[in-house]
């Protein structure tokens, strides 16, 4: 079956403008992540959707990045004013349901996002 | 949150056996343990899970000591292909958000030929 997909794969955009990045999970998971990556680092959590719960967005940077999930399916995250540092990979992950062992997160290949 | 600490960097030759070692010496009762590799430009990938003892797939091996502090992913006869960042997680899978997943640097592996 098909795995999580994220578009753009790379987006370049200047300083101070606004970006959207997607995310398609894998069908019938519930539970999605959204994380960002900068070059050689780990992987810093941002945000987590959990069906319609609402959503634990305490990983979030600042309040110029939000993202939205729509039930079970396309989730976006969005950046405005971008800034220099917002350089870096952002992941999506997508995990069938959110509790249980060997229920791991499945990744997508991410959007390499670079701030002119 | 229990906390991991694993080398940043090893490096090995084709055909030897690569053992990588992570501390966690908080964890909790209810965590496991959780390693994932990473291939340049690409998401994280599951390799194994564990919460003690060994467990072995067709991938790597996971071994655990009793006092569950540590944990050693072996990968047999390593290949090229094998270079990559290999992550040590921790986390009770019952948790759900953040909680569930606390990704580190990694430990990256270098394979020579």
């Known amino acids: 079956g098909a795995g999580v997909s994220q578009s753009p794969s790379n987006k370049v955009t200047e300083k101070g403008k606004d970006v959207e990045l997607r995310c398609d999970p894998i069908?019938?998971?519930?539970?999605l992540y959204w994380y960002r990556q900068r070059l050689g680092q780990g992987l810093e959590f941002l945000i987590y959707f959990q069906g319609n719960s609402a959503p634990d967005k305490s990983g979030l940077p600042s309040d110029r990045f939000s993202a939205e999930r729509t039930g079970e399916s396309v989730s976006t995250l969005t950046i405005q004013r971008t800034q220099q540092e917002d350089s870096a990979v952002y992941l999506c992950a997508s995990r069938r349901r959110s509790r249980g062992v060997q229920d791991t997160q499945y990744f997508g290949p991410g959007t390499r996002l670079t701030v002119l | 949150l229990a906390k991991t600490t694993q080398p940043i960097s090893m490096d090995s030759y084709e055909g030897q056996e690569v053992n990588i070692t992570c501390s966690h010496n908080?964890?909790?009762?209810?965590?496991?343990i959780t390693w994932y590799q990473q291939f340049p430009s690409q998401g994280p990938r599951f390799i194994i899970q564990?919460?003690?003892t060994k467990v072995t797939n067709e991938v790597a091996s996971l071994f655990i000591p009793a006092d569950r502090k540590s944990s050693t992913l072996s990968l047999p006869r390593v290949s090229l292909s094998d270079t990559a960042v290999y992550y040590c997680?921790?986390?009770?899978?019952?948790?759900?958000?953040?909680?569930?997943?606390?990704f580190g640097s990694g430990t990256r592996l270098q394979v020579q030929p």
């Open positions: 997680l921790v986390g009770d899978p019952m948790d759900t958000g953040r909680r569930a997943l606390t």
């Open positions: 564990g919460y003690k």
């Open positions: 908080n964890i909790a009762t209810n965590d496991y």
């Open positions: 069908s019938g998971h519930t539970a």
